[in-house]
Nanobody, 121 residues
Framework: VQLQASGGGLVQAGGSLRLSCAASRRAVFDSVMGWFRQAPGKEREFVAAITWNGGTAYYADSMKGRFTISKDNDKNTVFLQMNSLKPEDTAAYYC???????????????WGQGTLVTVSS
């Protein structure tokens, strides 16, 4: 299984971007899909996750309200809609997969490549 992230780019503060993460196929260990980000000089942090079955969404407290995670089961794709972007949202965003929400928050079992988001002030 491979995860392909896309949608990053340069945006002005206050703008929006939608990231996509397409899974090459479904597998037993990707019941939950999520997004992480890593800003320059900082540790990678959890952003949001969603279950394929039921679509239950989870967010880091600091992301609630501005970021929305969603999915398209038919396309094996997960999206991250980011609104009201701030310069501090600048980071490489990575998608990931795991069996459970607990696992994906601590040790995702599969990673996609990053897509860079740059927010200018």
């Amino acid at each position: 299984v491979q995860l392909q992230a896309s949608g990053g780019g340069l945006v002005q503060a206050g703008g929006s971007l939608r990231l996509s993460c397409a899974a090459s196929r479904r597998a037993v260990f990707d019941s939950v899909m999520g997004w992480f980000r890593q800003a320059p000089g900082k540790e990678r942090e959890f952003v949001a996750a969603i279950t394929w079955n039921g679509g239950t969404a989870y967010y880091a407290d600091s992301m609630k309200g501005r970021f929305t995670i969603s999915k398209d089961n038919d396309k094996n794709t997960v999206f991250l809609q980011m609104n009201s972007l701030k310069p501090e949202d600048t980071a490489a965003y990575y998608c990931a997969a795991a069996r459970t929400i607990t696992i994906i928050k601590t040790a995702p079992e599969l990673w996609g490549q990053g897509t860079l988001v740059t927010v200018s002030s």
